[in-house]
């Protein structure tokens, strides 16, 4: 039985229970003094979409894909599809399914977009899926997406774009030392300063710190 199934079986039986009506009463097995016990918190979503048959995570994030890669949709939709998208990704599960759905590919794409709305949130939603996230940290240092991500936070058009490339970068570099390596590679001494003499180390939240708030400040 998948982990889906199963917790909705485990919610099932425990509320359930709750309506056991003996002589007494209604008293669940825990009921004190014939009170019922409070109620189970319900199953996810995604569970409860397995019992009635709506979209999975999955095909919500390919659908939000479809909607932003899409020439025939509005960009007000194509930015409700993205953050959309950014959402579900916070969910390290979500964020790890980007490789097997070949969403990856289209969201660093993106990152290059015309629209500097659509590099925003492309930028926004490399940072949320890298946060915390080994696998995904490994995605974007082997796409290659750091250096767009810092092209982005050095030099884009936008001071939006610019912040979320900087968030994005913050969060693939801490505790990943290929993504910092690369990162510290294709930054200009003039903003490395210091910071990059030698060869940092990703543990040293200090040292990432420094890299990050030197790029703050050469974004203000």
């Given amino acids: ?8 079986l485990r919610w099932s039986i425990q509320n359930s229970e709750r309506g056991q009506v003996n002589g007494n009463g209604i008293e ?27 979209p999975s995570d999955a095909e919500l994030m390919k659908a939000a894909m479809a909607v932003i890669t899409s020439d025939d949709a509005l960009l007000q939709d194509k930015l409700i599809a993205f953050d959309n998208l950014e959402q579900l990704v916070e969910s390290i599960d979500n964020a790890n399914n980007l490789a097997p759905l070949d969403l990856w590919e289209p969201l660093i794409e993106l990152l290059r977009s015309p629209e500097a709305d659509l590099r925003r949130m492309a930028a926004w939603c490399c940072g949320t899926a890298v946060q915390n996230n080994t696998a995904a940290q490994v995605e974007v240092v082997d796409r290659e997406a750091l250096p767009l991500l810092a092209s982005l936070a050095l030099h884009d058009s936008e001071a939006s774009v610019r912040r979320k490339a900087i968030y994005a970068l913050s969060s693939a570099v801490r505790n990943h030392q290929p993504a910092l390596d690369a990162l510290v590679g294709v930054l200009p001494p003039t903003v490395l300063g210091e910071v990059g003499q030698g060869r940092l180390n990703a543990s040293d939240m200090d040292a990432v710190d420094g890299i990050i708030e030197r790029l703050n400040r050469h974004n203000s």
């Fill in 1 to 8: 039985m998948d982990r889906q199934m199963n917790e909705l």
């Fill in 28 to 54: 669940g097995p825990n009921g004190v003094n014939g009170a019922p016990p409070a109620a189970q918190h319900p199953p996810d979503t995604e569970a409860m979409n397995v019992l009635f048959g709506g």
